[in-house]
């Protein structure tokens, strides 16, 4: 289905949009000096688009999110609608009957939903908890291993790059 995309991201003919959005090699010891800048390099320009255009990026997934009730209403709607005639046929109701019966039967499963999200939010809480507490952990550990293996000079050519990166950031900001 998605082949298309498959033979974009493999074809020659789109370097710099490729270039763009491929994402840098994780942090590996054996990485060059140049493979490291260019890593803090693109982690700081997603930082500034982020920073950028922040305002027109969060209009985005505004609208988008909008969009995606927009849809949701359009269809649950239709279905209403369906039912609404199933109704009016099998049991020879009229519009304010079926209206009737759909919204009693809409507000029971809605109880019975919130009754069950009521019990099962404990845990649910509890594991979200568990998993971003190892979730985080398992990061730090991974940093930490990282510097700790990085030779004297490749931490402060990395400080470096991070606080030349941070210098340009606000001083861009600060303008």
């Not at 982020?50 to 505004?62: H, K, N, Q, R, T």
């Not at 519009?95 to 809409?106: C, D, P, W």
């Not at 809480?125 to 990282?146: E, G, M, P, Q």
């Amino acid at each position: 289905m998605f082949d298309f995309i498959k033979k974009l991201k493999e074809s020659q003919t789109n370097g710099w949009i490729v270039g763009l959005f491929k994402k840098p090699a994780p942090a590996s010891l054996d990485e060059s000096d140049r493979q490291m800048l260019a890593r803090v390099a693109w982690q700081f320009f997603w930082l500034f688009v982020i920073l950028f255009f922040f305002e027109d990026l969060l209009d985005f997934a505004v609208e988008i999110v909008h969009s995606v009730f927009e849809i949701l209403h359009l269809l649950i709607e239709f279905i209403e609608g369906y039912i609404e005639e199933i109704l009016e046929h099998l049991l020879h109701t009229d519009h304010h009957q079926s209206e009737t019966i759909i919204v009693n039967a809409v507000l029971l499963i809605g109880m019975y939903g919130f009754y069950r999200l009521v019990y099962a939010f404990p845990n649910l809480v509890r594991r979200l908890k568990i998993n971003s507490c190892a979730a985080c952990l398992k990061y730090k550990r991974s940093k930490l291993a990282y510097w700790q293996a990085l030779l004297p000079k490749q931490k402060i050519k990395l400080t470096a790059a991070y606080l030349a990166g941070l210098a340009l950031l606000l001083f861009w900001l600060t303008l």
